[in-house]
């Protein structure tokens, strides 16, 4: 072994597949501990960072004993957010034929920024595109991006409606920006997700510019408050809805939102970074009546569909508005219709990973029957776990569980509820995260991963109400 020569081709070709078959081999590893393994991580930081704290050396390293120690010491820190019993935040696994994909992508290592660069995957992104819009039943047509996550699909679609509503009180915004621009409001409800607030900020719509729209008990935007604030502005208006609000799921009443902004020519963005999903169940479709009217909807593949990070997808009905939002050209970027797929057209970025192939793939597997199941399936499971938890004595299921999304509180007290989470985690079956609804602390279980079983949500459930259990002998033996 020693350090690797780079002068010496043949070496470097034998090593290469070394190394890639030492990876697939801790790979496998990894994915296999995945359902057994302690859910969150047994590391703290300070152990992380001596384990992983080297000194550069000069000659550099051997690849294989890089990547052997690697593995070897991230191992403690890994959390096993792909498996099936992690419930924090909202974020997915990796469906096999999706990873593998991924692998392949990387492998592959095409710009996907421009199809004279990487024509393949530049077609194959387009026809995942065209499954996306067909999956959720969106207009065909619409221009799409394939970003980070919804962040960046949220500054996509943003800019694009940016540059239409201004383009129709004739202001052309990316040649004159904002400054002395007609006075561009936003619109969204008290429950906004911060990455929506993120984008605007990004774009030049200061925190000022943006007016919060009361919400109901469940977090929705109320239509009617929406129509009043509406009537009281009359510039460019751009309304920011949601589809799966990041705590209790719920959908804003979106069929009512797209008829106040039709009716006062405000451009409609919907934020439904996992509840899109929804629309390819025919049972929980209805939550979602009326969305394909909108103009531009912001989603991700890394949270419900299952893929690897990071894959966030940005869809805008007025393509015109989306490419001339995003596109960008050089001297040395081929002049190109709209017909021949360029990534950079549609994204803020140039160069980037084909991080649409683990999508499609994941589709094509799945097919839309496959996908419509994990999407119930998860639904059921949350509903399982609400059922489980509720049953038992101080337990308080605060949401109406619509979706994949379950808010509870135990002993109707913030310290027990926090005190709860930390026994769950510390005891490792498990991962929740916590939040505030109303006001108060909450535990927020999200189900969005492939593998998890009926089986999973039991044994998760006893070891939350065991948590409780031990929370509340604690407590009256103080
Ligand atoms: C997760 C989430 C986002 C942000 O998505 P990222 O992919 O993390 O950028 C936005 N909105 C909602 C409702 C979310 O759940």
């Known amino acids: 072994m020693g350090t690797h020569d780079l002068g010496d081709y043949s070496r470097c070709m034998d090593e290469r597949y070394a190394v890639l078959d030492d990876a697939a081999g801790l790979a496998r590893g990894y994915l296999d501990s995945l359902p057994s393994r302690r859910v969150g991580p047994s590391a703290d930081l300070e152990e992380l960072r001596s384990r992983l704290r080297r000194a550069l050396t000069d000659g550099g390293e051997d690849p294989r004993s890089v990547i052997a120690d690697l593995a070897r010491d991230v191992e403690p820190g890994l959390v096993a957010s792909a498996g099936p019993r992690y419930f924090g935040f909202v974020i997915g696994g990796t469906l096999p034929v999706a990873l593998a994909a991924d692998w392949l992508t990387s492998a592959w290592d095409q710009n996907a920024g421009g199809y ?17 819009c067909e999956l959720l039943g969106l207009p065909a047509g619409c221009g799409v991006g394939f970003v980070t996550g919804c962040q960046m699909a949220h500054f996509t679609c943003l800019a694009a409606a940016r540059h239409a509503v201004l383009r129709d009180a004739g202001w052309d915004v990316e040649a004159r920006g904002l400054q002395g621009a007609p006075e561009l409001v936003v619109f969204a409800g008290e429950q906004v997700h911060v990455t929506v607030t993120v984008a605007c900020r990004m774009l030049g719509i200061d925190t000022e510019r943006i007016r919060s729209v009361p919400a109901d ?8 408050e929406l129509e009043r604030a509406l009537r009281g502005h009359d510039g460019p208006a751009i309304v920011c809805a949601q589809a799966g609000e990041v705590n209790t799921g719920a959908f804003d009443p979106l069929a009512d939102v797209v008829a106040a902004c039709r009716e006062r020519g405000a451009w409609c963005h919907v934020d439904g970074a996992f509840g899109l999903w929804a629309a390819v169940s025919p049972t929980r479709r209805p939550l979602l009546a009326g969305f394909e009217r909108a103009d531009s909807w912001a989603t991700d593949g890394h949270k419900w569909l299952n893929v690897p990070y990071d894959c966030g997808i940005a869809v805008v009905a007025d393509r015109s ?25 549609w994204t803020p970025e140039l160069s980037r990973r084909a991080r649409g192939i683990p999508l499609y793939a994941a589709v094509r597997s799945l097919g839309r029957r496959g996908l419509a199941d994990m999407v119930d399936r998860c639904c059921d499971l949350a509903a399982r776990i609400a059922d489980r938890l509720a049953e038992a004595d101080g337990v308080e299921v605060l949401n109406d569980v619509v979706l994949n999304q379950v808010l509870v509180r135990f002993g109707g007290d913030d310290g027990v509820t926090t005190a709860v989470i930390d026994r769950v985690q510390a005891q490792g079956t498990c991962w929740l995260s916590g939040s505030t609804f109303r006001g108060q602390a909450v535990v927020r279980i999200s189900v969005v991963g492939w593998q998890t079983t009926p089986a999973d949500i039991d044994r998760s459930a006893d070891a939350i109400l065991a948590a409780l259990a031990a929370e509340r002998a604690a407590r009256a033996a103080r």
């Open 116 to 132: 004279v660069a990487a024509p393949a995957v530049s077609i194959a992104e387009e026809v995942a595109a065209g499954w996306v």
């Open 217 to 224: 008990g469940q977090g929705r935007m109320r239509a009617d």
């Open 321 to 345: 508005a989306h490419r001339a939002a995003m596109t960008s050209t050089s001297a040395y970027i081929p002049e190109h219709d709209d017909d021949v797929p360029w990534g950079l057209d």
